[in-house]
């Protein structure tokens, strides 16, 4: 019995295992004869139900010896299920019950001295800290207050002075808060820059004159921006402009851009906190690419501080054409012109250091 078992397993698992002799079918045909029903039998439940060279129904064999008693009947079923259970004897256990307690017994400590109360009612517990507390000021109190973070037992002035590693200021817990002195900080001083002077330095191309600067001049005409204006096309000395802060007009900014058309001297021209169109901002970018020599240009803060996405994008179109701006002052309301302009200045400045970096390299001439 146990060859032919040997034999059956050799068979079935001949492709896993090569080291297997093959087995000729004539030799197990012989080994079959010799059994009898009972071994043949045994043989036939004796296969491993997980070998994938079988079939699934032939992994297990059918193990029911019984002869069918009848149709399935469910209540028949539970009702023999219960009775056979009621039958059965219980397990007998392993340890008898005893009744006991589970976990550590309860114990009652010893009697505590009774605690003293203080004028709250809360229990005063004794610690190595209460003469040391006892014996501080009321300002080192403060002190410690603050370091431990007890915000809410300093004043505004003794928290602001702890944030900033400042003395503590006296009064203790009971002090009052009181506003820092204020520090009076001085005006600016007037503009005092006499408009028709620099008008006649301007029309004498006068050399001291190079940066005009009439920003926030109060009480300034018209007429008299338009004659600066008018003076600056033929002017060769002046290389910074501020007009900003004197409410200056589209007419103004008219006459200005007919400058910058003529004008080659010009590096910053600062307009800012006037009233300037739209439009005319754009004429002064035109007037500006002309000649391509101002380097800076300040319009920010005109009274109609909305200028509109078709403003914004034109404007974006005159910046991409010039190649020597380097600052331009105004806030875009829209993100497209604004980081295309931005690249655009970074790219000009690029331009400008390569120049700068090339003529350094140049042998120099002698």
């Given at each position: ?39 043949l039998e045994e043989l036939n439940g004796d296969f491993d139900p997980d ?316």
């Amino acid at each position: 019995m146990a060859d032919l078992t040997s034999a059956m397993s050799a068979i079935l698992n001949k492709e896993k295992d090569k080291d297997v002799p093959d087995i000729e079918l004539e030799d197990l045909d012989d080994l079959l004869t010799q059994l009898t029903a009972e071994e043949l039998e045994e043989l036939n439940g004796d296969f491993d139900p997980d070998n994938s060279l079988l079939p699934p129904n032939l992994r297990c064999r059918d193990q029911t010896s019984k002869d069918p008693t009848g149709p399935f009947n469910r209540q028949k079923l539970l009702k023999f299920i219960e009775n056979q259970a009621k039958q059965e004897k219980d397990w007998e256990q392993n340890k008898a019950y005893v009744k006991e307690t589970k976990g550590k017994v309860f114990k009652k400590k010893d009697e505590e001295k009774p605690k003293k109360k203080n004028d709250d009612g809360d229990f005063n517990i004794d610690t190595e800290w209460d003469d040391i507390l006892t014996e501080a000021s009321e300002e080192e109190l403060v002190d410690l207050a603050a370091v431990l973070g007890f915000h809410s037992m300093l004043t505004q002035t003794q928290y602001y002075a702890s944030l900033q590693d400042e003395k503590i200021s006296e009064g203790g817990f009971t002090g009052h808060a009181r506003a820092q002195q204020f520090k009076a900080v001085p005006d600016e001083p007037m503009n005092d820059t006499d408009v028709e002077k620099s008008i006649e330095q301007i029309k004498s191309n006068d050399a001291k004159l190079i940066h005009l600067n009439l920003n926030n001049i109060k009480n300034l005409s018209i007429e008299q921006l338009l004659n600066v204006c008018e003076a600056l096309k033929s002017n060769t000395t002046v290389k910074v402009f501020e007009m900003a802060g004197v409410a200056a007009t589209d007419k103004v900014a008219k006459k200005l851009a007919e400058a910058l058309e003529e004008n080659k001297t010009l590096r910053t021209v600062n307009v800012e906190s006037n009233y300037i169109s739209g439009e005319c901002l754009l004429r002064l970018m035109r007037a500006i690419n002309t000649n391509q020599v101002v380097t800076e240009l300040r319009v920010a803060n005109q009274k109609p501080e909305l200028l509109g996405n078709q403003v914004e994008m034109n404007l974006l179109k005159l910046i991409l054409e010039n190649n020597t701006l380097l600052r331009f002052g105004l806030t875009f309301e829209f993100p497209d012109p604004r980081i295309r302009v931005i690249n655009k200045l970074k790219a000009n400045y690029d331009a400008l250091r390569k120049k700068r970096h090339r003529e350094r390299l140049k042998p120099s001439v002698v």
